[in-house]
């Protein structure tokens, strides 16, 4: 959460200045404007960029730890002039009730409001809108898990890119070529350069040297349906990872990954939901040397929806202790749950079913952080402000709605804080 001393507040921001020099900054018109909003950022977030040693996260030498929330919508949402005042309204409670990191899109590739909509095109106005996103999750004290594409059909995807080569006369067979096709992976590559390198037109900063991003996501989600072996991900992540390195060393990159076990380990995989082939592994692609912390995601109700609530529990239990053990011992890498919720629309849900679910994931969360273990945070799916009733899922937690589940997510914010 960050409460650093001025003088600290005032060494990290001469070493921001000058890294940020090749911003060219200094000769924007607006450079006073820039380097307040750049100062006020960089003090409530609490310093510079997050640092990754071993099992560990890191801010300004001390121990970090972190609560939040996934909002994908925000840049969507911020699009829309009409819509725009949402965004910061839920930056504004999420730092209210203790929350430090958040998870969004920065991805829209064809379609409704799309931020790319063709191969290297882009919508300036979405992107302005991704600008404005960045700004006030940094003015309000809260880092950001940035995604730069998705698995599935939704914002685009992996099928839009596929789908674009093909447009272009290249012979592709279906969605996986996005892992191999040489013109597909250089679409995808020409859009990570174009967000790491893109220059915040609000703060003056470009996203590769902003610490308000606390991490990079290659994909949300990844999934193969053909290659069984898992080796043509594998490869597609140590390729994407470096290239992500080589152009942003300032920031954290995770792959994305839901957790899944593969062939690597195939002893583990009596972990997984019994249906789930999803050819990702979470043991050899968490051990890519430039992917700096693992992530899990937890869905019981659809992954083992058929199991009575007994059964779902031990999976839940089982899952989340198999991943926090393997981060620690085999991975020597720290580990998100960087989604986790429980559905409205599910035929056994209640509200204090919800609250003691987020309990039990908070305890594993934060006992793990206490004892000095790898998981040292959590991310549930899906915060959304007032009047949004378009974007509801089932999942949502809106904080007027739900004081108890509130209750809930505050106390945590306050046990983890009060571990640094």
């Known amino acids: 959460m960050g409460f650093q001393n001025l003088v600290l507040i005032t060494f990290m921001m001469t070493l921001v ?25 960089l003090h409530n977030i609490g310093g510079g960029f997050v640092q990754r040693n071993g099992t560990h996260f890191f801010l ?25 005042s949402k965004v910061t309204t839920t930056f504004q409670e999420a730092s209210q009730h203790g929350l430090n990191i958040a998870r969004t899109w920065a991805f829209n590739d064809g379609g409704y409001k799309a931020l790319q909509t063709s191969p290297g095109s882009y919508d300036e106005n979405v992107f302005k809108a991704l600008d404005f996103v960045i700004s006030e999750a940094g003015k309000n004290g809260v880092r950001l898990i940035l995604s730069l594409v998705n698995n599935w059909n939704n914002y685009g995807g992996k099928n839009q890119y596929v789908q674009w080569a093909r447009e272009r006369g ?5 969605d996986d070529d996005f892992f191999t096709h040489p013109v597909v992976k250089q679409y995808y590559k020409n859009h990570v350069k174009t967000v790491l390198m893109r220059n915040n037109t609000i703060t003056g900063l470009a996203y590769k040297d902003d610490p308000s991003i606390f991490a990079w996501e290659l994909m949300n989600e990844p999934r193969s349906q053909n290659d069984y072996s898992g080796k043509s991900i594998q490869a597609f992540f140590l ?24 062939e690597s380990m195939p002893e583990k995989k009596q972990f997984n939901p019994g249906y789930q082939l999803v050819r990702t592994d979470f043991i050899s692609n968490n051990q890519v040397p430039k992917i700096n912390f693992a992530t899990i995601h937890l869905y019981p109700d659809q992954w083992v929806s058929s ?7 031990a999976f839940v ?3 989340v202790q198999a991943h926090i053990q393997d981060s620690n011992d085999i991975l020597r890498k720290p580990i998100l749950l960087t989604e986790f919720g429980k559905s409205s629309r599910s035929s056994r849900y209640n509200m204090d079913e919800r609250n003691s679910y987020f309990e039990k994931l ?3 969360i934060y006992n793990s952080a206490r004892n000095g273990g790898p998981c040292v945070g959590g991310l549930f799916w899906q915060l959304m402000a007032q009047g949004m009733d378009g974007f509801r899922d089932g999942y949502e937690i809106i904080f007027q709605e739900s004081p108890s589940t509130t209750n809930v997510i505050t106390q945590q914010s306050k046990k983890m804080s009060n571990l640094e």
Request: net charge negative.
């Open 17 to 41: 200045i000058v890294q940020y020099g090749n911003c060219k900054v200094t000769r924007h018109p607006h450079y006073h404007s820039y380097k307040d909003l750049a100062t006020k950022i």
């Open 170 to 174: 290249q012979y592709v067979n279906n």
């Open 317 to 319: 239990n089982k899952w």
């Open 60 to 84: 300004n030498g001390k121990p970090h730890y972190l609560n939040g929330f996934n909002a994908y919508w925000l840049m969507n949402i911020a699009s829309d002039p009409s819509t725009s």
């Open 307 to 313: 199991s009575d609530e007994t059964a779902q529990d």
């Open 239 to 262: 390729e994407i990872a470096s290239y992500v390195k080589s152009i942003d060393s300032n920031h954290l990159l995770e792959v994305g990954l839901e957790g899944f076990y593969g």
């Open 362 to 364: 908070y305890n594993f």
